[in-house]
């Protein structure tokens, strides 16, 4: 690192909690604490900068940190410069954050974002914000009443604002995590999807016209379907919306909000198309999904160096856990339960709406259903009436999204039995409101979770890049069968 690098301090000042509209999707906490893509947003903005700044950032959450970095301030030379970066400032282009790091060593003068409430203040003498420091102990700069004449005004980094909900919907709707063999691409107006899989593109773009006309408001349209070079496309409108997903991890919801977001979910379960059928045609549907599925996900799984290595890891520490022994004790379970799976009728499926493909906005009732499994033909519209139920509850009871946004840990207990803890806030209190909402739209809660322990199962092989994260879908899936047989 050289000299000049060493003559710059960067401040992330995060101390202030969200609030308003924004605290309704992502409760009260502060912004570097947002999960964004499967990683808090202060791990962002980290990544964002150059290497040799990682020495160079005070992370600042709260008036404990204010001695040290004062400290950090009055060591530095004359010629050391500081940037002062608000917690709540969003940026879209990552390399805009980094473009703007390595310039600061070369500014000779004091800049900012804007004139009134500047997200980011550059002060060439870093000494200058002790000057100021009884105005900054009480208030990040962002929240100052004067105007910052006496600074010049950078346009090639601008960021958004996080703590006005127009802002934080634009940043936070381009949220979406896309597989290795997706591409996808944001302006103001469109979300573009593309992918190698051109079948699955296929049907995905062909479901929406495939449904019947009173389930189209639900979902979101697609258009402009294309196939070239090998990849297949479609455009939808961009909607500014936060995801289920977000707002369930983040506590956003409170019992009142939880309980008319799941009304509304089973009520468009609910409202499926039915088509009449054998219980034994049903049933069959039920083995294919449940049973058959995750035979083949399983012999995938293990078919693989590194699924054979977390499996050894698992059955080490607990033998019950290794895919085969929960595998074999789910085949017993589903047997014992088979004629729940028997149904009258089969429903059109969705195929995957976990909260992650929910986009609501609490305040409107608003709700839109994204990135179905698709269907190229009528036909292949009809899926057994549970499997979307299992994956709601997915969801609500089996914590799939905080596992997906690596809001776990796995531990030892004192027995040295492994252990998967949870970041939960709120939702030990709101899981009953789904728990009897689903009893009264007629569903067993214990088939239910039973369909769910297969998904959770059915996942492994998906997510053998991250053996933490099937090492807890392991953990997930004995837990829900242990719930399953003591029933």
């Given at each position: 690192m050289s000299t000049l690098?060493?003559?710059?301090l960067l401040i992330l000042d995060d101390r202030e909690i969200?609030?308003?509209?924004?605290?309704?999707?992502?409760?009260?906490?502060?912004?570097?604490?947002?999960?964004?893509?499967?990683?808090?947003?202060?791990d962002h903005f980290r990544a964002g900068l150059p290497a040799w700044a990682a020495s160079r950032l005070i992370h600042l959450r709260g008036a404990d940190d204010l001695p040290a970095l004062r400290a950090a301030l009055e060591a530095s030379g004359e010629e050391c410069g500081v940037c002062v970066i608000a917690g709540r400032a969003g940026f879209a282009e990552a390399e805009r954050l980094l473009q703007l790091a390595e310039r600061l060593p070369y500014a000779e003068e004091d800049f900012t974002d804007r004139l009134y409430q500047p997200l980011l203040v550059f002060l060439r003498n870093a000494h200058r914000l002790v000057e100021q420091w009884q105005e900054f102990s009480a208030a990040p700069l962002h929240r100052w009443e004067l105007a910052w004449h006496g600074c010049q005004r950078i346009a090639s980094v601008q960021p958004l604002d996080l703590a006005r909900m127009r802002d934080f919907l634009s940043f936070i709707s381009g949220?979406?995590?896309?597989?290795?063999?997706?591409?996808?691409?944001?302006?103001?107006?469109?979300?573009?999807?593309?992918?190698?899989?051109?079948a699955k593109m296929?049907?995905?773009?062909a479901f929406y016209?495939?449904?019947?006309?009173?389930?189209?408001?639900?979902l979101v349209?697609?258009?402009?379907?294309?196939?070239?070079?090998?990849?297949?496309?479609?455009?939808?409108?961009?909607?500014?919306?936060a995801d289920a997903a977000l707002q369930w991890v983040h506590g956003a919801f409170d019992a009142d909000a939880f309980d008319s977001f799941v009304e509304r979910l089973l009520f468009f379960m609910a409202e499926r198309p039915r088509r009449a059928c054998g219980k034994a045609e049903s049933a069959a549907a039920a083995r294919a999904l449940f049973v058959t599925k995750l035979e083949q996900r399983a012999e995938q799984f293990l078919a693989?160096?590194?699924?054979?290595?977390?499996?050894?890891?698992?059955?080490?520490a607990s033998p019950h856990l290794a895919l085969a022994a929960q595998v074999e004790r789910f085949r017993r379970l589903y047997q014992r339960h088979e004629k729940s799976f028997a149904f009258d009728h089969m429903a059109i499926g969705h195929g995957d709406p976990c909260f992650s493909n929910v986009l609501y906005d609490q305040q409107r009732y608003l709700l839109r259903l994204i990135d179905p499994r698709g269907a190229v033909s009528e036909e292949a519209l009809w899926t057994h009436p549970l499997y979307d139920i299992c994956k709601l509850s997915h969801s609500a009871l089996g914590d799939y999204d905080f596992i997906n946004n690596n809001l776990y840990r796995i531990g030892f207990d004192d027995g040295n039995a492994l252990q998967l803890h949870l970041e939960h806030s709120n939702h030990a209190s709101l899981k009953p409101v789904f728990q009897r909402q689903l009893k009264a739209a007629g569903h067993d809660e214990r088939i239910v979770r039973l369909g769910e322990a297969s998904l959770f199962l059915s996942m492994l092989p998906l997510h053998l890049d991250m053996p933490n994260k099937v090492m807890a879908f392991l953990l997930k899936a004995d837990a829900i069968l242990d719930l399953v047989e003591n029933q």
């Open positions: 690098h060493d003559n710059i969200a609030a308003g509209d924004v605290r309704g999707v992502v409760g009260a906490r502060r912004f570097g604490d947002i999960m964004f893509q499967r990683r808090r947003l202060v949220a979406t995590a896309a597989r290795h063999f997706n591409q996808v691409k944001l302006d103001a107006y469109y979300y573009t999807k593309s992918s190698a899989d051109v296929r049907a995905e773009y016209g495939l449904v019947p006309e009173a389930m189209r408001p639900w349209q697609p258009f402009d379907y294309q196939e070239r070079d090998g990849r297949a496309s479609y455009r939808t409108l961009r909607y500014y919306l693989t160096d590194a699924g054979r290595r977390i499996d050894a890891l698992a059955a080490s």
